[in-house]
């Protein structure tokens, strides 16, 4: 079981060089939540999107191929 309390671990790709222009992912919800929630890096306490899983994985997907 999860906790349903658990907070996101925040984390950039290892592809940003860190530049600042980034987006945050906490995939670590994914599982417990079903969503992944996305911010921006710059504004670490400002607003946070909110993706369901299944779409996010589509997103990802395309973004790979």
């Not at 945050?24 to 996305?38: C, D, I, K, W, Y």
Request: with cysteine.
């Amino acid at each position: 079981m999860t906790n349903p309390t658990e907070s996101p671990r925040w984390f950039t790709s290892s592809y940003s060089s860190n530049g600042g222009a980034c987006i945050e992912v906490a995939a670590n919800l994914a599982a417990s939540h079903g969503v992944v929630p996305v911010r921006d890096s710059k504004q670490q306490h400002g607003p946070t999107a909110a993706f369901p899983t299944t779409s996010w994985s589509a997103f990802v997907a395309s973004l790979k191929h």
